[in-house]
């Protein structure tokens, strides 16, 4: 079973959380123990020492030790779990806990151990350390105390039960904010996500027009959005285009097929004599027919062909492109010049002069009498540039993006007649990106326009294979 985003990282920031909080509630009680143990040790030495001076005070130069006193001293000390016992001078005992009340004593120490135990601390008690006992800077005997080493009083336990569970809530609290970010981080994540896919769900279904919102405010999900908007944006131009090329190619078959059979109608019925004129129109039209398939072959061609490459000199192609437009050129009352330095690039030759006569035949076909065409070869460092200006009808700013399309043709070329079928800059195109290189088109309505092909000189491995497909 696939897990939902929002639970897995529902559950990442849970997992993180707990083990941080795990580790801080280990270390913080690993330290506080090991300060609170040496915290225990300084109060019992302390308290050690202030019996030892308790004692000392409780002897009189003229009538000995007060016994009573000492055994006050003695019991209360017991009661902290501190062992006392009192030689004087001589080596003779003047009170000791074990002696004196050796039940009791050993209860005490008994309750003492039981309860360390139980915290799960083992051990038991020092071996008796001796304070000597001074009056006046003069020896009277000594103290001997033996205690429990850091013994944890019913206080201390309670302070360190009540650290563990003020953690344990902390633990518990950070828990449960982890699962409610990580739901609420998910969910800014996945509803994009979700709406996201759903469009591309629409559009695999045929709705092209379908479009994901951009602005989702995480930058990655925004590009995510803005790539599948750009696809289906593709997929309905080129859908459009499909239907398009379908009436196209109907409409471009229709005419010429019904001129001709309207033609040879008449001509059959004996209504009109076989004269040449006659014969030479209907020529005419199964050569656009003709044009127009070699057109889609060459296309298909181009297309599905990888290209030979060699050294190529652009100015003589673009130079021997030309001459081979010339009587086109005069035909239609135009001049065609060519200028520039040579320029050698890594190229296919005959399917860069094939994009050179595409270019040049669109800028003849669709310039005024009495213009000028003008091809420019450059230099551009790491590439080659190849330009061709025309001064003819120019191209529409909104129709510009689309004239590298498959059979599109400007609305002013559909009504000039010029026999194309919108081809020519699809094949153009095809070849460039196959040599790694880019077509440029500038135009403006009336005033003209100019294709300039960037090549790369040389050729970078597989960048044929990538532009193709980019
Ligand atoms: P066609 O065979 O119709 O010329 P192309 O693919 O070569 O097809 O060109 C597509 C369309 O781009 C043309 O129909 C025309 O409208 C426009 N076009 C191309 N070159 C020029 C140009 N030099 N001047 C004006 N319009 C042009």
């Not at 590009?223 to 409409?251: C, F, G, P, W, Y």
């Not at 061609?301 to 009587?327: H, K, N, R, T």
């Not at 994009?355 to 076909?365: E, G, R």
């Not at 003819?392 to 004239?403: C, Q, R």
Request: aromatic share 8%.
């Amino acid at each position: 079973m696939k897990r939902r985003l929002r639970t897995l990282l529902s559950l990442g920031f849970a997992v993180i959380l707990f083990v941080t909080v795990a580790i801080i509630s280990l270390v913080a009680n690993l330290l506080i123990n090991a300060a609170f143990r040496s915290y225990i040790k300084t109060q019992q030495e302390d308290f050690s020492a202030m019996i030892a001076a308790g004692v000392s005070a409780q002897y009189d130069d003229e009538t000995g030790w007060n016994e009573d006193y000492i055994h006050g001293i003695g019991m209360y000390a017991l009661g902290d779990g501190f062992i006392l016992k009192v030689v004087d001078a001589s080596g003779e005992v003047v009170w000791d806990a074990e002696n004196h009340d050796t039940e009791y004593c050993h209860r005490i120490m008994q309750e003492i151990i039981d309860r360390m135990q139980k915290a799960g601390k083992s051990g038991g008690f020092t071996e008796p350390v001796a304070y000597s006992l001074e009056k006046d800077g003069v020896f009277i005997g000594t103290a001997y105390i033996s205690y429990y080493p850091y013994y944890f009083n019913e206080n201390a336990f309670g302070f360190v039960d009540s650290l563990n569970v003020i953690l344990l809530i902390i633990g518990i609290l950070a828990v449960a904010a982890a699962v409610c970010a990580g739901t609420v981080f998910a969910r800014k994540i996945s509803v994009p996500l979700s709406k996201v896919a759903d469009i591309a769900d629409e559009i695999a279904q045929g709705n092209f027009s379908a479009r994901a919102e951009e602005e989702t405010g995480t930058a990655e999900l925004s590009e995510l959005s803005r790539s599948i908007n750009n696809m289906a944006e593709k997929i309905e131009r080129q859908e459009t285009l499909r239907k398009q090329l379908t009436s196209d190619v109907a409409h471009e078959l229709r005419t010429p097929l019904s001129n001709i059979s309207a033609q040879l109608e008449v001509i059959t019925e004996g209504v009109f004599e076989p004269t040449r004129e006659r014969l030479e129109g209907i020529f005419e039209e199964v050569s656009r027919l003709g044009g127009l398939v070699n057109d889609l072959q060459r296309l298909q061609q181009i297309e599905s062909d990888e290209p030979v490459f060699g050294s190529v000199e652009l100015l003589s192609l673009a130079l021997s492109a030309a001459s081979a437009f010339e009587a086109e050129v005069q035909k239609n009352g135009l001049v065609c010049r060519v200028s520039g330095e040579e320029v050698v690039v890594e190229a296919d030759a005959n399917k860069l002069k094939q994009v050179i006569c595409n270019l040049l035949s669109n800028a003849v076909k669709y310039s005024l009498a009495g213009g000028a065409i003008e091809i420019r070869v450059k230099d551009g460092g790491d590439c080659a540039v190849l330009e061709i200006e025309d001064g003819g009808i120019g191209i529409s700013k909104e129709e510009l993006p689309l004239i590298f399309e498959r059979f599109y043709r400007t609305d002013k070329s559909r009504s000039r007649r010029t026999g194309g079928v919108g081809i020519g800059l699809t094949i153009a195109d095809a070849i460039v990106k196959a040599h790694g290189g880019v077509i440029v088109a500038e135009s403006e309505e009336g005033k003209g326009s100019t294709f300039r092909v960037i090549l790369p000189k040389k050729r970078e491995e597989g960048s044929a294979i990538r532009t193709k497909q980019a």
